[in-house]
């Protein structure tokens, strides 16, 4: 079992840069694909960004390419967003989740979900 908290939301300005962090318990975090998912008020959650339980493959969705670094470290049972150039529109609850080995794009390819943290840029 894997249990997820999320930290490092706040309100900004559009153009300003948060670090999200998502820690894990369990000593199986290192076997676990860990991706990022956000929800915007009234839309359905949607992918933000996956990392491979190695770290060496990353999937980013368009919309944060370029801006968005996500990381982990395995010793820490951490994973990390690093979240650049912020848009209005990346205003959402910003969501954890891990998946056993495989990376996946789908929030019903995941088995553990954190509580989320907000995240609010305004104009």
């Known amino acids: 079992q894997v249990q997820l908290v999320e930290s490092g939301g706040g309100l900004v300005q559009a153009g300003d840069s948060l670090r999200l962090s998502c820690a894990a318990s369990?000593?199986?975090?290192?076997?676990?694909?860990m991706a990022w998912f956000r929800q915007a008020p009234g839309k359905e959650r949607e992918f933000v960004a996956v990392?491979?339980?190695?770290?060496?493959?990353?999937v980013y969705a368009d919309s944060v390419k370029g801006r968005f670094t996500i990381s982990r470290d395995n010793a820490k049972n951490t994973v990390f967003l690093q979240m650049n150039s912020l848009k209005p529109e990346d205003t959402a609850v910003y969501f954890c989740?891990?998946?056993?080995?495989?990376?996946?794009?789908?929030?019903?390819?995941?088995?553990?979900w954190g509580q989320g943290t907000q995240v609010t840029v305004s104009s």
């Open positions: 989740a891990a998946r056993y080995r495989a990376l996946g794009r789908t929030e019903d390819q995941y088995d553990h």
């Open positions: 369990g000593r199986t975090f290192s076997t676990y694909a």
């Open positions: 990392i491979s339980w190695s770290g060496g493959s990353i």
